[in-house]
Nanobody, 121 residues
Framework: QLVESGGGSAQAGGSLRVSCAASGIDSRYCMAWFRQVPGKEREGIAVRYPGGFFTYYADSVKGRFTISRDSAKNTLYLQMNNLKPEDTAMYYC??????????????????WGQGTQVTVS
């Protein structure tokens, strides 16, 4: 089960951190953050490989967002800095038991949270 929290509103240039409490997930899983705006496909923006040895970021967030995991709390985070109005979206965490390279596309992930809204003005 995945439960996101921490969304909200921020000014452009500001920061927010969203969290995803993950029960039943361990270090063997690919863990990712996606975002979606109405009328558009869900976009994969950050992926954390098992063990955290490799991460992927979409060009749209590279250098501004950081994906991390606290294994003791079994929580995935997305730290978002230098926010832009175009970052406004519903943010979702997703996981998949790793069987190779971690995917970046939404249909490849089996487990999803309910989403948390981020609004940047």
């Amino acid at each position: 089960q995945l439960v996101e929290s921490g969304g909200g509103s921020a000014q452009a240039g500001g920061s927010l951190r969203v969290s995803c409490a993950a029960s039943g997930i361990d270090s063997r899983y690919c863990m990712a953050w996606f975002r979606q705006v109405p009328g558009k496909e869900r976009e994969g923006i950050a992926v954390r490989y098992p063990g955290g040895f490799f991460t992927y970021y979409a060009d749209s967030v590279k250098g501004r967002f950081t994906i991390s995991r606290d294994s003791a709390k079994n929580t995935l985070y997305l730290q978002m800095n230098n926010l832009k109005p175009e970052d406004t979206a519903m943010y979702y965490c997703a996981t998949k038991l790793s069987s190779g390279p971690c995917p970046r596309d939404a249909p490849d992930y089996a487990n999803w949270g309910q989403g948390t809204q981020v609004t940047v003005s």
